[in-house]
């Protein structure tokens, strides 16, 4: 058997070894001054086509790279927005704890009532501050109308919250709910 194998492979390497040429160099002349300008026709032709290759690849990646941005920016929304749905259905929960420990105990029942709800509390706010909800800064701050919803007072100069009737949050950097205020004006002072 490796008799049959030799005389199939004896003839490539005697093709190979005898100089045939490749088809792209069949057609140059034989003379080396005909042969240059053909050689190097050839050889732009095929820079060309290589560039234009790399411009396909560097296209295709940078088109990936795009496509990988978009679906992180896409996925981090989604979430976002889940957490944004979950955290709107808990602030009538919050209110409800703000509203009860609002009050103050009489007993030591109370007292103790009050302390388990603010411990309960505090834990809920813990774990949508993780979450990223931040409060809108509230009495003694300057009036912002964009995170505040001024609801009673006014005034001249600058206004500055002087009551928070209802507490306003931010997630994401988003305001999901603007802190209802009151406000009055800080008058300019004259010299």
Known sequence: MTDDLQPEEAPVEQDQAAGTPSPLLADLPEAPEEALPVVIELLAETKFALDARTEDLQRS?????????????????????STQRLVE??????????????HEANTPAEEALLGGMESTYQQLLDVLTREGLELVPGVGEPFD????????????????????????????GRVIRPAMVGVAGDEPEED
């Open 89 to 102: 259905a808990l602030l009538p929960v919050l209110d409800s704890f703000e509203s009860a420990l609002a």
């Open 61 to 81: 990646a940078a088109d990936f790279e795009n496509f990988r941005k978009r679906a992180v920016r896409e996925r981090d929304d989604l979430m976002l927005r």
């Open 145 to 172: 109308p964009n995170v505040h919803e001024a609801v009673t007072g006014g005034g001249e100069g600058e206004l500055i919250v002087t009551t928070e009737m209802r507490r306003g949050y931010i997630l994401g």
